[in-house]
């Protein structure tokens, strides 16, 4: 990796705006910035300038002025790369912008690759590999609950607790290491007991870790709710309601859905995306059924459905609430890991004793009027009580990436191994090969154990300028 010379992006999104930031990082990037700058009030050079201080001015190219400019001086190590780095705030101008990237790199200076800056600021040491990659969840969030998990584990929460479990399994490794020196002696170093306890509460960590994604994997990517029923049932409006706006098209005829129609709303600070889905019916309609056949599809990749009934017809047409009941029934058989929520719509077109029969049938039952936007909220507070956010409330450990899920999968496999190892006496020759590999995988996390490979794919998903 080329550490040794100086980086350029646009620090700022791309296009237009009140001002821009390009930031420039490097040994020489407070020489090169200091050949492009003319001090608004006296002659000062940034070189003789103190960390984190501010300078007014021009940017300049020979004689020709490009703009006025503040320049911010970080001085090594204290900046985010942990190199000299120097920020340019410009105005928004996208030839202002280009101008002064071009002298810059004319002056010594490259493009940045994706993610430089904060790879940079990992491979010197101010960042680890999981703050790195929490850096891009920051950028990416949208939703208050995504903002709180990624700051967490921006501020080290995550691998602060994977660090001491290493650090003690590595206390207790080195023993056992020893043991293998001392091996005709027949001694042990490592606490048998003291071990067995260690190794118990690392499966405990990391089982509550593992288990933590199935939560944070959903609130960082947003959670998929399929709204299904019959046609003409009010899933369109059910949709539009939310969303508060007219995003999809609602008709009397039935079977105005042939697609599915998506979008996405934020409740309570955790994001949903809602998938409107064609009506549920036999139909010899060759595009209706394709729309029916996608709508099962959608059932299939939702972490929730709705299924929304009319009210009054299931009121006045005892069949058809027995239909209904058979269709909420095989849902619930064919996707049993889904969460349900049963909607009765059109409630504002029936009375309180007729909603209280329909809830007998179905205890979990929610009335609303989605035309109407009667009882709304009930549907909105059920969504959330459904998702598990108590965590966050509570500050614990929530992992959202795939790749520290799947390093916490094989740790746990191999520390699994060192509990069996414990149980049945193994020799310590055996037993460490075992810690090693938990070590291995713990170290993957954080980045003691890394490779460029596993780098460039990381940081490839960084948007350049960070």
Do not use: W
């Not at 000299?84 to 810059?104: A, F, K, M, N, R």
């Amino acid at each position: 990796m080329i550490l040794k010379d100086t980086i350029v992006a646009l620090a700022t999104a791309s296009g237009v705006g009140a001002i821009a930031v390009i930031r420039l990082s490097g040994p020489d990037a407070i020489k090169i910035a200091n050949d492009c700058f003319v001090s608004i009030k006296e002659n000062k050079s940034l070189l003789a300038q103190k960390s984190h201080t501010l300078h007014l001015g021009h940017f300049v190219d020979a004689q020709r002025t490009i703009d006025q400019v503040l320049i911010s001086v970080f001085k090594n190590p204290h900046s985010y790369t942990g190199e000299d780095t120097i920020e340019i705030s410009c105005h928004g101008s996208q030839y202002i912008q280009q101008e002064i990237i071009q002298v810059l790199l004319c002056k010594g200076a490259r493009m940045a690759d994706a993610g430089e800056f904060t790879l940079r600021a990992f491979i010197n040491g101010k960042l680890d590999l999981s703050q790195a990659e929490a850096v891009a969840d920051l950028i990416s969030s949208d939703s208050e609950a995504s903002h709180q998990i990624a700051m967490q584990q921006m501020r080290g929460g995550f691998s602060n607790e994977i660090q001491l479990l290493r650090d003690q399994l590595i206390n207790f490794a080195s023993l056992i290491e020893l043991e293998l020196d001392f091996a005709e002696e027949d001694v042990e170093f490592a606490d048998r007991s003291e071990f067995k306890a260690l190794v118990a509460k690392i499966q405990l960590v990391l089982k509550r870790l593992i288990d933590s994604f199935a939560v944070g994997n959903v609130i960082k990517n947003g959670i998929p709710v399929a709204i299904v029923g019959e046609p003409n049932v009010g899933k369109s409006t059910l949709l539009n309601a939310l969303l508060n706006e007219e995003r999809a098209i609602v008709s009397e005829i039935a079977g105005t859905t042939r697609d599915t129609i998506e979008d996405e709303i934020i409740i309570n600070g955790v994001s949903y995306r809602f998938i409107d889905t064609a009506g549920i019916r036999d139909t010899k309609d060759v595009v209706e059924s394709i729309g029916i056949q996608k709508t099962f599809e959608k059932i299939s990749q939702a972490q929730v459905v709705i299924y929304l009934f009319d009210a009054s017809t299931l009121i006045s047409n005892k069949e058809k609430s027995n239909q209904a009941i058979v269709e909420i029934n095989k849902i619930k058989n064919q996707f049993p890991q889904k969460q349900l929520i049963i909607i009765a719509n059109k409630a504002d077109k029936v009375t309180s004793d007729e909603i209280a029969s329909l809830k007998n049938q179905l205890p979990a039952l929610i009335a609303i009027s989605a035309k109407e936007k009667f009882e709304i909220e009930s549907l909105t507070n059920e969504l959330t009580q459904l998702v598990n956010i108590g965590a966050l409330n509570n500050n614990d450990t929530i992992v959202t990436n795939s790749r520290h899920y799947d390093a916490l999968l094989k740790a746990l496999n191999e520390i699994n191994k060192v509990d069996a190892a414990i149980q049945n006496n193994v020799s310590s020759d055996l037993m460490a090969i075992d810690i090693r590999e938990t070590l291995y995988y713990f170290g993957l996390i954080t980045g003691e154990v890394t490779n460029d490979d596993l780098l460039g794919n990381i940081f490839a998903n960084f948007c350049i300028g960070k």
